[in-house]
């Protein structure tokens, strides 16, 4: 058996680590599926290598997270392990030393927003950033496009490249009116200086192979051959499977390794999916095969009969008008961009953020610089309802001068500010500041 690409697996369980011994998102998550490689022979496949995780350090979390108090009293090694082994994966493909890699990682990240303070959907750190600002700081700039398969909207994912014009992202999940966390709406665009950039495909409940596929054809695809990407990135929640206890939609191993195999990732990180015995090892494999560019055909859940699970008439109609929307505003975002900033200086956001796993409520004001020449400083400030706060700024990789200015003038200006704690972002030369 011959790979058609060289694949890199970094797989780690997290034995250490779980919300609770029979929470969900727990160790069995990984074991199953590393059972079934094993079973499968995947180790003894020529081309396809096992990689040790690296272990990531507070400031690959400080270069994308706010974190309060620290990012080191509120990770556990676990965090910083699943981290690295994106890190990891990075590496493998950016240093030819494989084609593709699949981080197998957990905890899971897509939930986890720029400010922390605390778990929220089972996240703490977005494992796909921290991976990609190190690739970026150790490789240089790269156009990127994250595709989200979870079946919840990565929200943390989205407000982290809200204003990054070389990060698009997109989400296809479900219907934020119908699961956890309520966000992932088509008219959330992005910020000023990436406005169109943020594309989201909330689908019907009951969605399917069928539907999946055609958004991908008819949605993704075009979108992605627009923008051109130098990597693509699937962070691959596998909790749209017909089995997953926590959602709702219908979608087979066959469904994600054949939109696996079409979408043609660089890189996969494992995010959600929750049914560890009737999807996660199915899937896992699916996505492996369809990675090496070997025959995952025979790839089939036992239990699965396409009867069963075939999608509605109904709702193959709803998919296709939401997908043909999504399109449309992809194609006029420049127009749509002009009206929304139109006269303004600034734009500002104020948010409300539930920690959902650690009880928590925060209270955000976001505020983003519109500059002409590049994608603007912004900063953040936050507050929680236990008494945190702090003050967090950004000035981006692709900063003018004026705006890199301004970012460490407002930095300076902040330490006359009741805060708790200021955070500076410098990512144009890779330097944190922090009181």
Known sequence: MTVKNK???????????????????????LLYTQDQ????????????TFYNPLIADSKDID??????????????ESHFIAGGGVMKAFDAVLSGQTDKAFALVRPPGHHAQRVVYGDRGFCIINIEAVGLAYARQKYGDMRVAIIDTDCHHGDGTQDIYWNDPDTLFISFHQDGRTLYPGTGFIEELGGPGAYGYNVNIPLPPNTGDEGF???????V???????????????????????DPLTNMNFSAQGYAALNSRLNPDIAVLEGGYSVQGALPYVNTGIVLAMAGLDYSGVVEPDYHLGKWKQSARVTEQVKKISEDVYNIWRHKEILAEKAIEGKTTIKRNRQVYYDTAGIMESQIQEFQICPDCPGVDWVHSKDDRG??????????RACPACRDQGYQLYE???SMRVGKRILQDLTCDNILTD
């Open 413 to 415: 200006q902040a330490k």
């Open 221 to 243: 695809m075009p979108i992605l051959e627009e923008y051109k990407p130098d990597l693509i990135i699937n962070s691959a929640g596998q909790d749209n499977h017909y089995t």
């Open 7 to 29: 694949l890199g697996l970094i797989l780690f369980p997290a034995f250490d680590w779980a919300i609770s011994p029979t929470h969900p998102e727990r160790e069995e998550r």
């Open 388 to 397: 945190g706060s702090l003050l967090g700024i950004t000035i981006p990789r």
């Open 213 to 219: 596929q055609y958004v991908l054809e008819q949605t």
């Open 37 to 48: 490689l094993l079973e499968e022979g995947i180790e003894d496949i020529e081309g396809i």
């Open 63 to 76: 270069r994308v997270h706010f974190c309060y108090p620290s990012a080191e009293s509120l990770l556990t």
